[in-house]
């Protein structure tokens, strides 16, 4: 998911719209739902619905948003959950006069636990994503008579798993983000005030000057004063490698270093790695594109585009049934025979998880006369489930987790295959080791008991 909040007195009138452009450049982050809510401290109007931002929104509904200095935006593709209206966000959880709006990325592994606990504690929930529990904590914290940091600290407490949050509570913007920071955050500052986006790319796209990221454990109070913040739990960093690989968008930025930078590595520390004698290297578009032009510049085998991408459709990875994906395979990729005809082809792709793309795209270059196909993956095999929001949750669909690499090679029918290490993905996020998430794909998960823990929940 993406989400996206601002706070301007000095922009009020256009924050719908700015919100608007905002998710858009976040739309890659979901394409389930989309909302927007803008607030003028004392009443919240939203708007949210299925589909596309450009889908959801019009002038005319902007428009209706007009009024209020603060906003919150979300879009939405399913973890927890269905994908279905109710779930669309901002989440609003009110009990008496206290109400919050909530725009959530992530995942809770305790979403479940939680519920049952909340209900019992009084609280109805008209929608099953774990958002909802999120905002019926903080609405429970703050009906204690708590100022909204404190509050905010003390809904972290019950909260596990992976959450990026931003929150409209009376007049104040908040965002918080888990003790792992599982999930990218960002701060930018607008004319008047500040916004927060998932990514950066969401900072530029309105020309709001990048400040900092929030703080694994950190919460933020954007209100009349400014911005005040203040660590709620100690930072235990495990932002997800996964966004370095291909959830993110290139052009953002993580703790100030470009996406697409770390991707270029991946593609030349896997040239290093696994060197084949090719004629020609193409990327699997758009997601191989980076490391692709990374393998080809470590290797000095020549880079070319010999898969076309039917630009109008969407991620297939993210419609959220298997049917669908096949279908979005077929319409998505045609291969250029002058490219590929008679070649030595290296294809690069940044990640296998089921395997559907794969197994159809060595035949499609067969197809177009490839003479060898070389499959070359920017990342480890996926081997195992991810809990902390990204839609890969069983291991009986992992290919990674299931078969070797060389079964995987003979199943999808690639002459050759090979992806890049874990230490090759890591060095290539030039991050600090231990600092980020690498669970699906070494099994060390950074909450301990996590596994059982949802095993439990599920009794
Ligand atoms: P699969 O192996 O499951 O058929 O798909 C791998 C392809 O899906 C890669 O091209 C990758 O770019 C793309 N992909 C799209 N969305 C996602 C996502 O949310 N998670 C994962 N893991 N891969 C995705
Ligand atoms: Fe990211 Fe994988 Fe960790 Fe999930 S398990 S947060 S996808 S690195
Ligand atoms: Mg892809």
């Known amino acids: 998911c993406g989400v996206y909040g601002m706070y301007s007195r000095e922009l009020a009138g256009e924050l719908a719209q700015r919100t608007y452009f905002g998710l858009y450049a976040l739309q890659h982050r979901g394409q389930e739902s989309a909302g927007i809510a803008v607030s003028d401290g004392e009443r919240t109007l939203a708007m949210r619905d299925m589909g596309l931002v450009s889908q959801v929104f019009d002038e005319t509904r902007l428009a209706s948003l007009e009024s ?14 269905s994908a279905s209206w109710e779930n669309a966000q901002p989440e609003f959880h009110g009990r008496g006069d206290v109400n919050v709006a909530v725009a959530h990325n992530g995942n809770l592994v305790n979403a479940d636990v939680l519920r049952r606990e909340l209900e019992e504690e009084g609280f109805e929930f008209h929608s099953t994503s774990d958002t909802a529990a999120i905002a019926a904590v ?7 008579g708590k100022g909204v940091g404190e509050a905010v600290r003390d809904a972290m407490r019950r ?9 409209i ?29 998932s990514e950066t790319c969401g900072l530029d796209i309105i020309g709001a000057e990048y400040v900092r990221d929030v703080e694994p454990g950190e919460v933020v109070v954007i209100d009349d004063d400014g911005l005040t913040s203040f660590r709620a739990e100690p930072a235990r960093r495990a932002l997800c490698s996964f966004e370095y690989v291909y959830f993110a968008r290139p052009d953002s930025r993580f703790e100030g270093r470009e996406v697409a930078d770390s991707r270029f590595k991946m593609g030349e520390i896997l040239a290093e790695e696994s060197p084949v004698e090719a004629d020609v290297v193409i990327p699997v578009p758009d997601s191989g594109i980076m490391a692709a032009t990374g393998y080809s510049n470590a290797s000095g085998i020549p880079y070319a585009e010999g898969l076309i991408k039917n630009r109008y459709v ?35 792709d940044d990640s296998i998880v089921r395997g559907n793309t794969s197994r159809k795209l060595v035949s499609l270059l067969h197809e177009a006369g490839a003479k060898e196909v070389h499959f070359r993956v920017s990342s480890p095999p996926v081997t195992g489930p991810c809990y902390y929001g990204i839609d890969m949750d069983t291991k009986e669909g992992l290919v990674g987790a299931n ?17 890049l290490s874990v230490d090759g993905m890591t060095r290539a996020t030039e991050q600090p080791r231990g600092s980020l998430c690498r ?18 929940e599920k009794v």
């Not at 903080?138 to 204690?144: C, D, H, S, T, Y």
């Not at 909260?159 to 929150?167: H, I, P, R």
Request: proline share 5%; with cysteine; charged share 20%.
């Open 68 to 81: 209020g200095h603060i906003s919150l935006g979300h879009v939405r593709y399913s973890t927890t959950g």
């Open 138 to 144: 903080a609405v429970g914290e703050l009906e204690r």
């Open 159 to 167: 909260l596990e798993g992976a959450y990026s949050v931003a929150m």
């Open 169 to 197: 509570f009376r007049d104040k913007l908040v965002a918080f983000r888990d003790p792992h920071g599982f999930r990218p955050l960002s701060i930018g500052r607008v004319e008047g005030g500040y916004v927060v986006s």
């Open 314 to 348: 969407g991620r297939t990875f993210i419609q959220p049934t298997d049917g669908m994906r096949q279908i979005g395979l077929r319409l998505k990729l045609n291969p250029l025979p002058s490219v590929i005809k008679d070649k030595r082809v290296v294809v690069i």
């Open 403 to 419: 078969y070797t690499v060389e079964e995987i090679r003979a199943q999808i029918g690639a002459t050759t295959l090979a992806y």
């Open 439 to 456: 669970a699906c794909f070494d099994g060390d998960y950074p909450i301990t008991g996590t596994a059982s823990k949802l095993a439990l």
